[in-house]
């Protein structure tokens, strides 16, 4: 049911409105070990952090994962290809 996923991309700011995942990310999934994936979590962030797909994993937007968020993990949702910022 989840994979995992690692390395967070820093934090974003907490005011802005949450994005709607595209739909042309579709295209491109599902994604594997070692691409960048875009996980929306159940915090304030601006939008999803990016997360590098674990070894042995295969994801598709909305397939929850487990994310190191810094000393605990966290549960979020695949929103699609991570954005590289």
């Keep these: 049911m989840g994979g995992s996923v690692t390395r967070p991309s820093p934090g974003r700011r907490a005011d802005a409105p949450a994005p709607q995942p595209e739909p042309a990310a579709r295209e491109t999934l599902p994604l594997g070990p070692g691409d960048r994936v875009g996980v929306m979590l159940p ?5 999803p952090l990016d997360y590098r797909v674990a070894e042995g994993a295969s994801l ?4 929850f994962v487990s994310v190191a968020l810094g000393s605990r993990r966290a ?3 695949v929103w699609g290809p991570g954005s590289g910022d």
Excluded: D
Excluded at 43 to 47: D, H, L, Q
Excluded at 60 to 63: A, D, I, K, L, T
């Design 60 to 63: 598709v937007p909305g397939s």
């Design 43 to 47: 915090m304030p962030f601006e939008g």
């Design 75 to 77: 549960t979020g949702v």
